[in-house]
């Protein structure tokens, strides 16, 4: 007998396969009042899920699923700090992160249950000092010349947040208090891109690994000490260098002065982590005042999602939207275009968060999901993506759900040129579902005196066929505020969404089998080596890389 998850995500599937269960135009034509029906809204946030095929009965059959999956309960565990994350034993509070210091949100590690808020808090106000004296000018570097740059050394989610949201607050103003860098591929290319131009004796070093033991940020970590110690002599590598760790043992053997380490527990998974000291490059670059209405900005978030009935929850509904999407509908991949160029990291920073969290095919209870679970995400900034990749969206044979973010308000003085940006996405979402229709095009097309031969011929591949879904997401402006209001959305969407695949959203143990192997096979790199058992594809290809080095 299926249990009633099943019974929900067969039900989903029913509904969009009723005659017409994908179509959207017509429920704009049935319901006048569509559009307010299907948006929800926090302050000026506004979520617009109208222009999709979720209808009154998907979206209580979405709610069904909720309940199915006990939503509401998964929502009271997180916050109350329960093992939410049960292969690796943690609660997930990042939340404490972004609270205040009252906020009373507590989760146990290793048996013992701690105030979560209070003990971020007080690593802030650390962090908050050494800003400040940063920025000062009291913390300098050895020579005594002040900080001007920023390099932060950190993979996944010690990179992706910061580096979104650094370039979030940063991009196109002129009064950030420094500059930042990011290097975290291993690739040595991207140690001098990371460095190149950048002075030294003005360069703050921070290392951000939540283990202080990935291989990439270890070894760029090595030839960043090595760049200071070079150009400034060993004895400057203690105030040239900052650690943001849980592994604050490895942090002291590497020469990080405590002073200068910033911790953080296990119940914050380091792809929610750029609210913790690994956020520290944002507080850097942005300034302080910006990073902390980031953190109240997804505060405010974390409260809606905790309070708010789940029919007006935001992150709840954005992700029954996705839900609906994928397991009704069938659809792989999902798209999000922010209009806005200060965000065109954020779909990178979005892959971890969603494909990380989500990439999944393991029940919690240890058994195979019936359902699939996680699409592939990409995107680009709009409007790029409308040059490039938006046709296989608009004409395809797939369909590719798209999330259009945009903030009403710019911060420069071209309002013709942001009305424009504008126009574009709220464009590309109409055109997206209403699409064109060949009898429309044969029309204008004979309007225009076109001879009826060219007319058969290329009316077809001009046809849009339209129906395609899409969220808007609409705010009054791109702030601090803002920008991690809307993070956050989407890390709850998440853990929505892995509420209801039944998964654990917080674990990452597939990115583990490729790392061991590359242990394995660095060693069988170097001249002369012997070549382990692999593979005879990996064993030839291994074999043609030492050729093509001359190192055989
Ligand atoms: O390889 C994936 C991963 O484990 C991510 O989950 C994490 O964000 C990243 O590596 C970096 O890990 P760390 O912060 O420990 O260096």
């Known amino acids: 007998m299926p249990d009633s998850r099943s019974t929900a995500f067969a039900r989903l599937r029913h509904l969009a396969d009723r005659p017409g269960g994908r179509a959207i135009t017509p429920l704009f034509a049935a319901d006048p009042g569509r559009a307010a029906r299907y948006t929800a809204a926090l302050d000026d946030l506004t979520l617009d899920f109208s222009k999709t095929a979720i209808d009154a009965p998907a979206l209580d059959a979405l709610f069904a699923l909720a309940?199915?999956?006990?939503?509401?309960?998964?929502?009271?565990?997180?916050?109350?700090?329960?093992?939410?994350?049960?292969?690796?034993?943690?609660?997930?509070?990042?939340?404490?992160?972004?609270?205040?210091?009252?906020?009373?949100?507590h989760a146990e590690l290793a048996g013992v249950v701690e105030d979560a808020s209070a003990q971020a808090a007080a690593e802030r106000h650390r962090m908050r000092d050494f800003v400040a004296a940063v920025h000062a000018g009291t913390k300098t570097g050895a020579t005594g010349a002040r900080f001007t740059h920023v390099l932060?050394?950190?993979?996944?989610?010690?990179?992706?947040?910061?580096?979104?949201?650094?370039?979030?607050?940063?991009?196109?103003?002129?009064?950030?208090?420094?500059?930042?860098?990011?290097?975290?591929?291993?690739?040595?290319?991207?140690?001098?891109?990371?460095?190149?131009?950048?002075?030294?004796?003005?360069?703050?070093?921070?290392i951000a690994s939540k283990t202080f033991t990935t291989l990439e940020t270890m070894?760029?970590?090595?030839?960043?000490?090595?760049?200071?110690?070079?150009?400034?002599?060993?004895?400057?590598?203690?105030?040239?260098?900052?650690?943001?760790?849980?592994?604050?043992?490895?942090?002291?053997?590497?020469?990080?002065?405590?002073?200068?380490?910033?911790?953080?527990?296990?119940?914050?998974?380091?792809?929610?982590?750029?609210?913790?000291?690994?956020?520290?490059?944002?507080?850097?670059?942005?300034g302080w005042d910006r990073f902390q209405a980031m953190l109240d900005g997804a505060w405010s978030m974390d409260q809606h999602f905790r309070d708010a009935p789940l029919r007006q929850n935001l992150p709840v509904l954005l992700a029954l939207v996705g839900i609906w999407h994928t397991n009704a509908m069938g659809c792989a991949t999902h798209c999000v275009l922010a209009y806005d160029e200060r965000l065109r990291r954020l779909p990178a920073h979005l892959q971890q968060v969603e494909m990380e969290s989500n990439g999944k095919h393991v029940t919690l209870a240890g058994t195979q999901t019936e359902w699939d679970t996680c699409p592939v995400l990409f995107g680009e900034p709009g409007t790029n993506a409308q040059h490039s990749f938006i046709q296989l969206v608009h004409q395809g044979t797939r369909i590719v759900p798209v999330d259009f973010i945009l903030a009403a308000n710019p911060d420069h003085n071209?309002?013709?040129?942001?009305?424009?940006?504008?126009?574009?996405?709220?464009a590309q979402?109409?055109?997206?579902?209403?699409?064109?229709?060949?009898?429309?095009?044969r029309a204008e097309m004979a309007a225009k005196n076109i001879p009826p031969a060219d007319i058969d011929a290329i009316a077809p591949h001009r046809v849009a066929?339209?129906?395609?879904?899409?969220?808007?997401?609409?705010?009054?402006?791109?702030?601090?505020?803002?920008?991690?209001?809307?993070?956050?959305?989407?890390?709850?969407?998440?853990?929505?969404?892995?509420?209801?695949?039944?998964?654990?959203?917080?674990?990452?143990?597939?990115?583990?089998?490729?790392?061991?192997?590359?242990?394995?096979?660095l060693p069988e790199l170097t001249p002369g080596a012997e070549t382990g058992k692999h593979d005879s594809s990996t064993a030839s290809l291994i074999a043609r890389f030492r050729a093509l080095r001359g190192e055989t």
Not at 247 to 272: I, K
Not at 429 to 438: C, F, N, Q, Y
Request: proline share 4%; net charge negative.
């Open 152 to 206: 932060t050394i950190g993979i996944g989610g010690s990179d992706l947040g910061p580096l979104v949201a650094t370039e979030a607050l940063t991009l196109g103003r002129t009064d950030n208090p420094m500059e930042a860098r990011f290097l975290s591929n291993i690739d040595g290319h991207a140690f001098i891109h990371a460095t190149k131009g950048l002075d030294p004796a003005r360069t703050l070093v921070l």
């Open 219 to 286: 070894s760029n970590a090595q030839a960043a000490r090595g760049w200071i110690a070079g150009a400034l002599g060993e004895a400057a590598v203690p105030r040239h260098f900052a650690a943001l760790s849980t592994n604050l043992p490895a942090v002291g053997q590497f020469g990080v002065v405590p002073e200068h380490t910033f911790g953080f527990r296990d119940w914050v998974g380091g792809r929610y982590s750029l609210w913790s000291p690994v956020g520290l490059s944002i507080a850097l670059a942005a």
């Open 414 to 426: 071209r309002p013709e040129a942001h009305r424009a940006l504008a126009a574009n996405a709220f």
């Open 67 to 105: 309940e199915a999956a006990n939503l509401e309960d998964f929502r009271r565990r997180l916050f109350a700090g329960a093992m939410v994350n049960p292969t690796e034993h943690r609660a997930a509070m990042h939340m404490a992160l972004r609270a205040p210091a009252d906020a009373g949100l």
């Open 429 to 441: 979402a109409e055109a997206l579902m209403v699409g064109k229709s060949e009898a429309a095009i």
């Open 465 to 521: 066929t339209g129906e395609r879904p899409s969220n808007t997401i609409l705010f009054d402006r791109l702030d601090a505020f803002s920008l991690g209001r809307l993070i956050a959305l989407y890390e709850h969407k998440v853990a929505v969404q892995g509420c209801l695949w039944g998964i654990d959203s917080f674990d990452q143990w597939g990115v583990e089998l490729g790392k061991v192997l590359a242990n394995g096979i």
